[in-house]
């Protein structure tokens, strides 16, 4: 059974940074892209970055020169670097793997993890 299992969320001053990491079991997904995406309440399931072996990574534009993807495919596991936090960051983050078309588009990654809060206060 595949598993994605987040890690590494918290309550954080903006500005400041966390580091999330996203386990995958059940197999592997060396060959596979990975990714992060984030949901606020009330909100779309949002892109946040996503990278694969040969291909990327790709960063929201809201993200951009803050965040930064990595993966050791050694551990099977994608973490996500996220700098200078804003308040607007806030939401609960999700790992992704294994996408079937537009690596942007939320409803064609086929495995997901159950998601960490991220919450960044002004």
């Known amino acids: 059974q595949v598993q994605l299992g987040e890690s590494g969320g918290g309550l954080v001053q903006a500005g400041d940074s966390l580091r999330l990491s996203c386990a995958a079991s059940g197999r592997t997904f060396s060959a596979d892209a990975m990714g992060w995406f984030r949901q606020a309440p009330g909100k779309e399931r949002e892109f946040v970055a996503a990278?694969?072996?040969?291909?990327?990574?790709y960063y929201a534009d809201s993200v951009k020169g803050r965040f930064t993807i990595s993966r050791d495919n050694t551990k099977n596991t994608v973490y996500l670097q996220m700098n200078s936090l804003e308040p607007e960051d806030t939401a609960v983050y999700l790992c992704?793997?294994?996408?079937?078309?537009?690596?942007?588009?939320?409803?064609?990654?086929?495995?997901w993890g159950q998601g960490t809060q991220v919450t960044v206060s002004s």
């Open positions: 992704a793997a294994t996408p079937k078309g537009s690596w942007r588009d939320f409803r064609v990654w086929s495995f």
């Open positions: 990278v694969s072996r040969s291909v990327g990574p």
